[in-house]
């Protein structure tokens, strides 16, 4: 897959990060909310397994957004935003950010930040593992 720009997720890709996370999650056997945004950071693509919580949704489009708002994974922000922490609060900013895991950023071969994909629904392991699964899908290959 090729992006159309160094900094763009295409269609295709956010299709192939569906897919794979999608797989991911019927392995670990667990129902969940998969959201890819691009750099902007807007709504690419999403899938709602079928029985993955309601409430979720949002929590799996919030995690991506905040993936690539921050360009790191959620839980490291999770690590910083404890009390006494220098991102202490943030959850609050931006409309609302996800601080545990379960969003990971995409990059481009030259480490652009193109966009995150966010999952939930299971426990915050799962869900990382999953969007661990998406995000490896879209690195660039050889």
Not at 11 to 21: F, Q, R, V
């Amino acid at each position: 897959m090729t992006h159309s720009s160094p900094a763009e997720l295409s269609l295709d890709l956010a299709t192939l990060i569906l897919k794979a996370a999608t797989e991911k999650a019927g392995s670990l056997g667990v129902q969940v909310n998969i959201a890819v945004v691009d750099a902007g950071p807007n709504l690419k693509g999403f899938i709602r397994m079928d029985e993955a919580l309601l409430g979720a949704i949002d929590v799996a489009l919030k995690k991506a957004r905040t993936a690539c708002l921050f360009e790191m994974e959620t839980g490291g922000i999770g690590d910083l935003s404890q009390p006494g922490g220098p991102l202490y609060n943030i959850e609050h900013s931006n409309g609302g950010l996800i601080s545990f895991p379960g969003g990971v950023p995409l990059r481009s071969a030259d480490g652009a930040i193109v966009g995150a994909i966010g999952v939930s629904g299971s426990t915050v392991e799962m869900d990382r593992a999953v969007a661990l699964a998406g995000a490896a899908a879209s690195a660039p290959g050889p």
